[in-house]
T-cell receptor, first 113, second 110 residues
Framework: DTAVSQTPKYLVTQMGNDKSIKCEQNLGHDTMYWYKQDSKKFLKIMFSYNNKELIINETVPNRFSPKSPDKAHLNLHINSLELGDSAVYFCASSPTGVAGELFFGEGSRLTVL | QKEVEQDPGPLSVPEGAIVSLNCTYS??????FMWYRQYSRKGPELLMY????GNKEDGRFTAQVDKSSKYISLFIRDSQPSDSATYLC??????????FGKGTRLHILP
């Protein structure tokens, strides 16, 4: 069973469209994250949720809206996609009280044309 | 100055060599130090996890933290072609915000 799963794995879309990426974890962790990895492999935190509550929001444009319906799911919706949004988006989870022990999904590769 | 600095490489070494990967950082409040390994088109996976200063060994991997110099290292002994990957250092003050370095691409030549 995949511990952290993301869908879709690949997404190709036009500028201006709206898209969503879904993430689910079956590890029982309380904290979930979205990270963005650019073409140079730089992994930057976007959001963190703990038990459905937003904890970290790292100066991300308002076009990005995370939603956590329950502690096992964290989705990312992106409005009005721009070329600069092209990247790999990683979902991750971690157990409470173990700072830094992240379990990542396989990533969702977004290409905006 | 960026919070975490890491040489992007690529670093190419022959099989069997000892590999040394390093990161420097500026935030003296960092307490937790991690190394992640990322294979091509995969998510990062946690390799080593250390708290505060000191050394930690796990098989062929040794992580070192020198908080006085704000410098961390990962050593890989008897390197194998399967170790070829991008290695990312990561740090945290103890909260949920984990800051990553840019990653070093490592190639182990057979």
């Amino acid at each position: 069973d995949t511990a952290v799963s993301q869908t879709p794995k690949y997404l190709v879309t036009q500028m201006g469209n709206d898209k969503s990426i879904k993430c689910e974890q079956n590890l029982g962790h309380d904290t979930m994250y979205w990270y963005k990895q650019d073409s140079k492999k730089f992994l930057k935190i976007m959001f963190s949720y703990n038990n459905k509550e937003l904890i970290i929001n790292e100066t991300v444009p308002n076009r990005f809206s995370p939603k956590s319906p329950d502690k096992a799911h964290l989705n990312l919706h992106i409005n009005s996609l721009e070329l600069g949004d092209s990247a790999v988006y990683f979902c991750a989870s971690s157990p409470t009280g173990v700072a830094g022990e992240l379990f990542f999904g396989e990533g969702s590769r977004l290409t905006v044309l | 100055q960026k919070e975490v600095e890491q040489d992007p490489g690529p670093l190419s070494v022959p099989e069997g060599a000892i590999v040394s990967l390093n990161c420097t950082y500026s935030n003296s409040a960092f307490q937790y130090f991690m190394w992640y390994r990322q294979y091509s088109r995969k998510g990062p996976e946690l390799l080593m996890y250390t708290y505060s200063s000191g050394n930690k060994e796990d098989g062929r991997f040794t992580a070192q933290v020198d908080k006085s110099s704000k410098y961390i290292s990962l050593f890989i002994r008897d390197s194998q072609p399967s170790d070829s990957a991008t290695y990312l250092c990561a740090m945290s003050e103890g909260d949920d915000k984990i800051i990553f370095g840019k990653g070093t691409r490592l190639h182990i030549l057979p």
